[in-house]
Nanobody, 117 residues
Framework: QVQLVESGGGLVQPGESLRLSCDAS??????????MAWYRQAPGKEREWVAT????????EYLSSVKGRFTISRDNSGNLVFLQMNSLKSEDTAVYYC????????WGQGTQVTVSS
C-alpha cells in the first residue's frame, strides 16, 4: 500500500511557481503530530532534504538555497503537507518527495519538477 502520495509537479519556466502536495492519510499515523519534510533528488545526485514542518504547529526549517522562495505548510486536517515553490530556478529541477522527518516510511513515487526555459 502506498502510504505517501506526492502530486503537483510539472514543467515551468524560471521564475514561475508550483505548489506540491503530499497526502499522508494512508500512513496510519496522526500526521499532524509528526514533523514532516520535503526532499528532492536531481538527476545523478543523492536525495537531499529541502524543508521541514514540525508537528502540532511547530516551526519550519529550510535548505539555505530555497529559503525565502519555498514555504512548507499543512492543511487543517494535518494529513496534507504542501510545498509552495516560488521564483523557481533550473537548479530546483528534481523529483520531489515527502516523508516523516524522524520516522520515515517507504518513499512514495515522488513528483517531477522541471524548471526550464
Amino acid at each position: 500500500q502506498v502510504q505517501l502520495v506526492e502530486s503537483g509537479g510539472g514543467l515551468v519556466q524560471p521564475g514561475e511557481s508550483l505548489r506540491l502536495s503530499c497526502d499522508a492519510s494512508a500512513s496510519g499515523r496522526v500526521v499532524s503530530l509528526y514533523a514532516m519534510a520535503w526532499y528532492r533528488q536531481a538527476p545523478g545526485k543523492e536525495r537531499e532534504w529541502v524543508a521541514t514542518i514540525r508537528g502540532s504547529g511547530g516551526p519550519t526549517e529550510y535548505l539555505s538555497s530555497v529559503k525565502g522562495r519555498f514555504t512548507i505548510s499543512r492543511d487543517n486536517s494535518g494529513n496534507l503537507v504542501f510545498l509552495q515553490m516560488n521564483s523557481l530556478k533550473s537548479e530546483d529541477t528534481a523529483v520531489y518527495y515527502c516523508n516523516f522527518r524522524n520516522q520515515p516510511l517507504s518513499w512514495g513515487q515522488g513528483t517531477q519538477v522541471t524548471v526550464s526555459s
